[in-house]
């Protein structure tokens, strides 16, 4: 389910950091996905607040972020909050094979699909 050793550890470190709810499957998936890429997690402040627990959409014209970013960002807010974000191909076009397994796996948890 992990990409890599730290994947987990930095996925419960923001679902601590947040009090996410185990049942709330929607932050879960989110966080999956920030957790899983080291270019969001260094970014993860700009575009979620946990001081108040919401997403930050003005995030995307604070920083600068790769195509495969963008696209992983948009995805993590559909799941969350159904934030729109393009087609299922548009979003993965922009994907390498690890980028697509956690886009993947995140959908997978958000919908509770063994």
Known sequence: M???????????????RDKTHPQDIERNAMFYIFSGNSELLEKMIVFYDFENGMIRTE??????????ATAL???????????????????????????????????RLRFSIK
């Open 59 to 68: 995030g995307f014209q604070e920083v600068k972020l790769s195509s495969s």
């Open 2 to 16: 992990y990409l890599f050793p730290c994947h987990q550890r930095n996925y419960q470190e923001l679902l601590k």
């Open 73 to 107: 960002v948009k995805l993590a807010f559909n799941l969350y909050n159904n934030f729109a974000c393009g087609t299922v191909v548009d979003l993965f076009a922009n994907l390498d094979e690890k980028n697509c397994y956690l886009a993947l796996e995140a959908i």
